[in-house]
């Protein structure tokens, strides 16, 4: 079935602990992005990858970093997780970057807590 | 600053119609996109706007004024099944997608 998949589906978290969100699409999208998502404000992009091999900085991206080994696959790693990190993580892909008909897919969501 | 503002909340009845404004100041427009969000899942594609001008699809229709920095989305003969979060999304001069905080819309019986 076509379409992004994340993994863990939650998560509770020691704080000071390393974790890593997986996320994975087959549809050879070459975009992908990762946004938190917390209650009373939009979406906001922590990193994006615009092909393989590159990455980009969003608008909240301290305390998280990621790496686009392949087309497939864009994890993100808390290195040592804080409580202010508790949120809902979504990955997104699009199939190009940069044009302007470039709808993002979203997958289903990781909810994180940081304790 | 860039801005995206939309309701926080709006209720309406069963069979009616609702619309839900965004009003946006951004660096650069590259189109607006309006998504719809059930609770506690993924946000889904419902339409997009670049040119000025009304965009019907189904039971909704996007309309954008680029001019007014104001776009709506309308909903129409609404169903239970329409409560739901509806985000409003501009993408800028980098395109990248600015989110607003969305509208949650109830629907009564």
């Known amino acids: 079935i076509a379409g992004i998949t994340q993994a863990p589906t939650s998560q509770i978290l020691a704080a000071g602990r390393r974790m890593t969100l997986r996320c994975t699409q087959d549809m050879r999208h070459n975009a992908m992005y990762w946004y938190r998502q917390d209650l009373g404000l939009g979406l906001r992009l922590i990193h994006y990858?615009?092909?393989?091999?590159?990455?980009g900085k969003g608008e909240v991206p301290d305390g998280y970093s990621v790496s686009r080994a392949n087309t497939d696959d864009f994890p993100l790693t808390l290195a040592s997780a804080v409580p202010s990190q508790t949120s809902v993580y979504f990955c997104a892909s699009s199939e190009v970057s940069g044009g302007s008909t470039d709808t993002q897919y979203f997958g289903p969501g990781t909810r994180l807590t940081v304790l | 600053g860039q801005n995206i503002d939309q309701p926080t909340e709006m209720t309406a009845t069963e069979g009616a119609i609702v619309q839900i404004n965004c009003t946006y100041q951004?660096?650069?427009?590259?189109?607006l996109f309006w998504y719809q969000q059930h609770a506690g899942e993924a946000p889904t594609f419902l339409s997009y706007?670049?040119l000025d001008g009304l965009e019907e699809k189904g039971r909704f229709s996007s309309f954008l004024s680029r001019s007014k920095g104001y776009s709506y989305l309308l909903l129409k003969e609404l169903q239970m099944k329409d409560s739901a979060s509806y985000l409003c999304a501009v993408m800028d001069s980098n395109y990248q997608l600015i989110w607003g905080a969305g509208t949650k819309l109830i629907i009564k019986p």
């Open positions: 951004t660096s650069g427009f590259n189109g």
């Open positions: 706007n670049v």
């Open positions: 990858s615009n092909t393989a091999g590159t990455t």
